[in-house]
């Protein structure tokens, strides 16, 4: 597996493209000193390959069906950089480039796809076992490189983490940005170390057992750099997002912008060894086609899974709760394995925080977290006040590794004003019994970088735009963000080094109490999780819940087969009273966020609940406590 694909696999986008555009978009190599180049510029009636290094040079492309421009180049030497150049006239980089060394607008470099893999008995692990941990390359180690992270590997692998979600990648604009802005989908960023520190990185995390998720963004492309339009249409004004212009999914000429991201989704996944896709706010695709793109990219990774036997996953981040993402092709959906619940997240955040404003306001109430834990989504077809329409439909018929939860993450955390995490916002028993109800769910868990210990630095909204305007529109449209939150003072400037520094993960907190407390509190709960049969099982039909009335005490239930696991969680800034018939006998506690071990104020919960038990017990305020019975206790 040390080679790319050569040819795209759908033959229905294919059909009836000429074999020369069946090859691999951009530049590949054929032998010693020939290399290949093929773009999709329809927009053109000429186009040129301008070599501009090691020395210079202009060689013509022949236009062939569709729009495909293709040739053959011989005798260049591989460090070469080049444009195509769009009739006679400008000069741009490959829409394919596989690096930009000399940034957005600079010319691209060829990049040799061979890498000494180690990994040929890694097949990928089981989607029931993915506890994703997100980071930010930038800001996760004081270089802000691949290759920096390899030296944690062990310590989150200890933790009990299985996957490392790594967002954007993809070349934006300058060397600070959260990888939403990025213009070249097909590009390792070079200030993280490029195509060949992704591969180290993927390779060391699978020497170690973990796997690679990487975020990308297919709804929109960032604004600086971006000259996709002068190539094709890869856009269409018939429909806009919040972040830019709208993919051309559905319109005339969309068969070709549909190989283009399917093509960069493989890329990552073959030649890289990726093991999933976090595909980025897909309620911002709209296609309308009868065989829409995502449809399409879940049928070709299948393939991909099939003919190379390892375990690939697509995990759709939505925030439409709509099941037909997750639902199977042949059951008429989209076929993609999980998405992300962000009901789960903001009714476990607006219940900790008693926040209201913006899309809060839709929630705080114990039931609903209750029924976000039960079922994933809280609207499944009412009507959402924030949205002044209703919201989702019926996740019935998912399962529960079809969900992914957290307490926070890059959006929650650095989409609000200052880039508040939950360390800021609550105490330290809020903050273990907010990782209680994440890790004990029966979904999968997502952490967020520094969060396993308390990670106290704020992730800010950080960029480092070239063109002064964009920078000064990027700035306004922040403050618009927040007007829908009561937040007082002035953002950070995203442009400024200072908010990129401070994001900065500091990770000697992990050796100073309480912080390496609630690292051991977080592996504990890992621990549970990945041992007891009860809390392995995802079955949504194996998880009951239970408010009891007039408080904010929260019971959940679940089992597998005869071992069965009961977690209260008492939300409330008091003691909670437990009536023993509640509970019924034969409970032996597993876990006690408050007992003094965690740090906690000590705990008055038995440590078996039977017959000699009090009628009545109390648990802690804003505790989190495990209960176990069943074989194999």
């Given at each position: 597996m040390d080679r790319v694909h050569a040819k795209i696999a759908s033959s229905t986008i294919l059909s009836e493209v000429e074999e020369s555009s069946r090859e691999r978009l951009g530049c590949t190599?054929?032998?010693?000193?020939?290399?290949?180049?093929?773009?999709?510029?329809?927009?053109?009636?000429?186009?040129?390959?301008?070599?501009?290094?090691?020395?210079?040079?202009?060689?013509?492309?022949?236009?062939?069906?569709?729009?495909?421009?293709?040739?053959?180049?011989?005798?260049?030497?591989?460090?070469?950089?080049?444009?195509?150049?769009?009739?006679?006239?400008?000069?741009?980089?490959?829409?394919?480039?596989?690096?930009?060394?000399?940034?957005?607008?600079?010319?691209?470099?060829?990049?040799?796809?061979?890498?000494?893999?180690?990994?040929?008995?890694?097949?990928?692990?089981?989607?029931?076992?993915?506890?994703?941990?997100?980071?930010?390359?930038?800001?996760?180690?004081?270089?802000?490189?691949?290759?920096?992270?390899?030296?944690?590997?062990?310590?989150?692998?200890?933790?009990?983490?299985?996957?490392?979600?790594?967002?954007?990648?993809?070349?934006?604009?300058?060397?600070?940005?959260?990888?939403?802005?990025?213009?070249?989908?097909f590009a390792a960023h070079a200030a993280y170390g490029g195509p060949q520190g992704l591969k180290r990185l993927v390779n060391a995390s699978h020497e170690v057992g973990l796997a690679i998720v990487l975020d990308v963004v297919y709804n929109h492309l960032g604004p600086e750099g971006n000259y996709l339009s002068?190539?094709?249409?890869?856009?269409?004004?018939?429909?806009?997002?919040?972040?830019?212009?709208?993919?051309?999914?559905?319109?005339?000429?969309?068969?070709?912008?549909?190989?283009?991201?399917?093509?960069?989704?493989?890329?990552?996944?073959?030649?890289?060894?990726?093991?999933?896709?976090?595909?980025?706010?897909?309620?911002?695709?709209?296609?309308?086609?009868?065989?829409?793109?995502?449809?399409?990219?879940?049928?070709?990774?299948?393939?991909?899974?099939?003919?190379?036997?390892?375990?690939?996953?697509?995990?759709?981040?939505?925030?439409?709760?709509?099941?037909?993402?997750?639902?199977?092709?042949?059951?008429?959906?989209?076929?993609?394995?999980?998405?992300?619940?962000?009901?789960?997240?903001?009714?476990?955040?607006?219940?900790?925080?008693?926040?209201?404003?913006?899309?809060y306001g839709d929630f705080g109430q114990p039931d609903q977290l209750a029924k976000a834990i039960c079922c994933g989504f809280v609207f499944d077809g009412q009507y959402s006040a924030y949205r002044k329409r209703r919201q989702?439909?019926?996740?019935?018929?998912?399962?529960?590794?079809?969900?992914?939860?957290?307490?926070?993450?890059?959006?929650?955390?650095?989409?609000?004003?200052?880039?508040?995490?939950?360390?800021?916002?609550?105490?330290?028993?809020?903050?273990?019994?907010?990782?209680?109800?994440?890790?004990?769910?029966?979904?999968?868990?997502?952490?967020?970088?520094?969060?396993?210990?308390?990670?106290?630095?704020?992730?800010?909204?950080?960029?480092?735009?070239?063109?002064?305007?964009?920078?000064?529109?990027?700035?306004?449209g922040r403050k618009e963000e927040f007007a829908a939150f009561t937040w007082r003072g002035e953002p950070p400037d995203p442009q400024s080094e200072e908010a990129f520094q401070t994001s900065k993960v500091n990770h000697s907190l992990v050796a100073l109490e309480p912080h390496r407390s609630l690292r051991a509190f977080y592996q504990e709960l890992i621990r549970l999780r990945k041992s007891v049969p009860a809390l392995r099982n995802l079955e949504k039909d194996c998880v009951n819940t239970t408010v009891l009335e007039g408080t904010r005490l929260l019971v959940v239930r679940r089992r597998h087969e005869t071992d069965q696991a009961l977690i209260l969680l008492n939300f409330a800034d008091a003691l909670a009273e437990v009536p023993q018939d509640l509970l019924g006998d034969a409970w032996m506690k597993v876990l006690d966020s408050a007992d003094i071990n965690w740090q906690g104020p000590a705990s008055s919960v038995p440590s078996v609940i039977g017959a000699n038990s009090p009628p009545n017990w109390t648990i802690a305020p804003r505790s989190a406590c495990v209960f176990r019975r069943g074989v194999d206790q």
């Open positions: 190599q054929r032998t010693d000193s020939e290399f290949e180049f093929l773009v999709w510029a329809p927009l053109a009636e000429r186009v040129e390959l301008h070599c501009v290094m090691p020395r210079e040079s202009i060689v013509p492309l022949r236009r062939g069906d569709r729009g495909y421009f293709h040739a053959r180049v011989p005798d260049l030497a591989k460090e070469f950089r080049y444009f195509y150049r769009l009739n006679g006239k400008v000069d741009r980089p490959d829409p394919a480039s596989r690096l930009q060394l000399e940034g957005v607008h600079g010319p691209s470099s060829f990049v040799d796809a061979n890498f000494a893999w180690s990994d040929q008995c890694w097949a990928g692990i089981n989607q029931d076992d993915y506890i994703f941990y997100e980071l930010h390359v930038g800001t996760y180690t004081r270089e802000g490189t691949f290759d920096a992270i390899h030296r944690y590997l062990h310590e989150l692998k200890d933790l009990g983490i299985t996957a490392l979600e790594i967002m954007p990648i993809a070349h934006y604009p300058g060397d600070r940005n959260w990888g939403y802005d990025g213009v070249y989908p002068q190539f094709g249409p890869y856009f269409t004004d018939r429909y806009h997002t919040p972040w830019g212009e709208a993919i051309n999914f559905d319109g005339p000429q969309s068969d070709e912008v549909v190989r283009y991201f399917v093509e960069n989704a493989l890329q990552w996944l073959d030649e890289f060894h990726i093991d999933a896709l976090r595909l980025d706010a897909v309620h911002g695709i709209v296609d309308r086609n009868a065989q829409p793109f995502l449809s399409i990219l879940s049928r070709e990774v299948e393939g991909l899974a099939q003919r190379t036997g390892r375990r690939i996953h697509l995990i759709a981040e939505s925030d439409a709760n709509d099941a037909r993402f997750v639902t199977p092709r042949s059951g008429g959906g989209l076929g993609l394995d999980a998405q992300w619940s962000d009901d789960f997240h903001h009714a476990l955040h607006s219940l900790q925080t008693d926040e209201r404003d913006g899309y989702g439909n019926s996740p019935r018929n998912l399962h529960g590794r079809q969900f992914v939860v957290c307490s926070q993450n890059h959006d929650q955390v650095g989409n609000r004003m200052m880039g508040e995490r939950s360390s800021a916002l609550l105490d330290f028993e809020a903050l273990k019994l907010s990782a209680a109800a994440v890790l004990l769910s029966p979904f999968l868990p997502l952490l967020f970088m520094g969060e396993e210990f308390g990670e106290t630095a704020p992730f800010l909204y950080f960029t480092s735009h070239t063109d002064s305007d964009l920078a000064e529109a990027v700035r306004r």
